[in-house]
């Protein structure tokens, strides 16, 4: 998608000219302030030549004050670089944490059944049970469940995106054919049904934004027929509760194989996207 360029807004800057008055009024503020320095250097020496031991002791403030400015600048220093280590020894903390929050979460995702092959497919179909709980998932793990499935059936680049701004996508992955998989994930009850206004939303950046081969909409409900028919229109594939739970067993298709597997229950696409 083509970014557009922002163009800098014109900021007219204003020209200063030569002022006579604002100059003449800077060069009497100066011979002010140089009268001023001048009596006040002629009152300090004639008060020396009255009192010589008062040379002494402003010598010794003079001496006292740079002293104390000396320290005030050192105590500057130190306190600065107390604070540059502390700032990065806490960003070095928070990057171990978020490098370590990343596997906790992906270790903390439901574990799944192995995948089943072809040949054990139809032998294994009426006894194989699902191990995922998916109502007991919150949003977050359901997310984590769909990746840990895209993993565990051969895609790479598995990454969690879903969450504020996601515009989306919560799943991207690469099949072993090298395609693009986009996926949202729906966590409804039983009976909230993804309507078209879900689709329509997916539809608008999972092509264009975020350049999907392949863009899927999973839920653990069911989808409406107005939702169905723009999928169908748009080429997303829509994964209802059955096709999750077959996928999840090993017993159905994957999202990115399910335009190969025409009449499959719960599956609805189309070749405009896959």
């Given amino acids: 998608m083509t970014t557009p360029v922002r163009r800098k807004p014109f900021v007219r800057r204003r020209r200063y000219g030569f002022d006579l008055r604002s100059t003449a009024l800077f060069f009497v503020f100066l011979a002010v302030l140089v009268s001023v320095l001048g009596l006040v250097a002629r009152v300090a020496a004639g008060a020396a030549e009255r009192r010589p031991a008062w040379v002494f002791v402003l010598v010794a ?8 400015l000396r320290r005030r600048w050192r105590l500057a220093g130190v306190a600065r670089r107390a604070a540059a280590a502390l700032d990065e020894a806490a960003r070095e903390a928070a990057e171990a944490l978020e490098d370590s929050a990343v596997p906790a979460q992906r270790a903390s995702a439901p574990t799944l059944p192995p995948a089943l092959t072809d040949a054990d497919a139809g032998a294994e179909a009426d006894t194989v049970a699902v191990a995922v709980d998916y109502d007991a998932l919150t949003p977050e793990e359901f997310e984590e469940a769909i990746a840990g499935l895209c993993e565990r059936d051969g895609c790479t680049e598995v990454e969690v995106v879903g969450g504020a701004g996601d515009l989306g996508a919560d799943v991207l992955a690469v099949t072993p054919d090298g395609r693009r998989v986009v996926i949202q994930c729906k966590h409804y009850g039983e009976s909230h049904r993804v309507g078209s206004q879900d689709l329509q939303r997916f539809g608008g950046t999972c092509f264009t934004v975020h350049e999907a081969d392949v863009a899927v909409l999973v839920c653990t409900s069911d989808f409406t027929a107005p939702a169905v028919e723009y999928a169908e229109q748009c080429g997303i594939g829509c994964v209802n509760r ?20 025409e009449g499959e229950a719960g599956w609805e696409t189309t070749g405009a996207g896959i």
Avoid: F, I, S
């Fill in 242 to 261: 059955e096709a999750l739970e077959a996928w999840t067993d090993g017993t159905g298709p994957r999202p990115w194989e399910a335009a190969l597997e």
């Fill in 61 to 68: 403030m003079a001496v006292a004050g740079c002293l104390g």
